[in-house]
């Protein structure tokens, strides 16, 4: 190396730039997306919903993880896909320790807590736009609904069942206030997801 390259490599360090070796520490292994795929409910399946959270992760600059999205589907659960935990969000709190207290009222996930890729809190009920309807396909216990848009690869009819990230909803019911099984969208596209709160997010976990 030069001594120019080390001189400007000496600047960037005293300018507090992060390279992504630091990047790579993050603790990071918990988010929300900050968008969707942007088709409603056609992820491109599993696959396309895991890519989308690598991709959004990775622009974050959180890499050398495995990413998977909380998705059910008729022959897949939710929660045999996001590993053991435990999990934290991008300022390194807690989201729960195991699949047991994920599925449990233990668990950390409230408006303040599921933060996106960049640490951002996301638009609950009574922002505008609201979009606290994330997609999952699932019951309570993390096992599959019949609710998934064909299996996430349908933005047409049919509906998906959502989770409440914000744990809110139009009372005070457990269904309301349920992350991950909350009620079905009205429909699968983009619009439809949208009418009744949502805006095709999902949430994402490193295994």
């Not at 990775?58 to 495995?66: D, L, M």
Request: aromatic residues 6%.
């Amino acid at each position: 190396m030069t001594r120019s390259s080390v001189l400007f490599v000496a600047t960037l360090i005293a300018g507090g730039a992060v390279f992504p070796a630091m990047a790579q520490d993050s603790p990071m292994s918990f988010f929300v997306t900050s968008q969707g795929p942007g088709d409603g409910a056609d992820l491109g399946g599993l696959e396309g919903a895991d890519t989308h959270c690598t991709n959004l992760a990775e622009a974050a600059g959180v890499t050398g993880k495995t990413w998977a999205a909380y998705l059910s589907t008729s022959d897949t659960d939710a929660r045999d896909r996001i590993g053991t935990g435990p999990w934290v969000n991008a300022q390194g709190e807690t989201i729960a320790e195991n699949l047991d207290a994920l599925h449990s009222e233990a668990n950390n996930i409230t408006k303040t807590t599921a933060l996106d890729e960049n640490g951002e809190v996301v638009n609950g009920r009574g922002d505008q736009p609201n979009r606290h309807d994330i997609l999952t396909g699932s019951l309570p216990d993390g096992t599959a609904h019949e609710a998934t848009c064909e299996n996430w690869m349908s933005s047409g009819e049919g509906s998906a069942m959502v989770g409440h990230h914000d744990r809110t909803g139009l009372d005070d019911s457990a269904e309301a206030k349920s992350w991950n099984s909350s009620h079905p969208s009205r429909g699968c596209g983009q619009e439809a997801l949208q009418g009744t709160g949502g805006d095709g997010l999902l949430y994402c976990f490193a295994k």
